[in-house]
């Protein structure tokens, strides 16, 4: 049987999901909302499937005033980061794209990391 918990929002991000329910005609918000964690679930099933050294792409979008986190967090993973290509984007936005290569239990510590910290758009790890 479901349960119901309460979840705080932004007025943008309840926007985005209200948007994201008509666009794709979700019969409510609560199935756009049930829909994201499934694939959050799945994506962090993947990535616990990661082992040994392996070589990635990790995409990571964040407003222009957030660059002090983006530093921090890259200074604490240089072991395994082999280039890093930062870009402005529109909007006060900017695109950081990293080549990592390394231990997979270390590259997911740097995409938690960057997922967590609350201040990222967008994190996609990429495992050719």
Known sequence: ??????????ESLLEEVSRIQREMGFS????VIRAGLRRLIAEHRERKRLSGRINSILLVVHEREDEDIVNKI????DDIINTQLHSHLKREKCLEIF???????RIREIVDRFETCG?????????P
């Open 1 to 10: 049987m479901p349960r119901i918990i309460s979840v705080s929002l932004s």
């Open 28 to 31: 409510g918000r609560s199935e």
């Open 74 to 77: 890259k200074h604490e993973f």
């Open 99 to 105: 080549i990592l290569d390394g231990d997979a239990e």
């Open 119 to 127: 201040k990222m758009e967008y994190v996609n790890l990429i495992v």
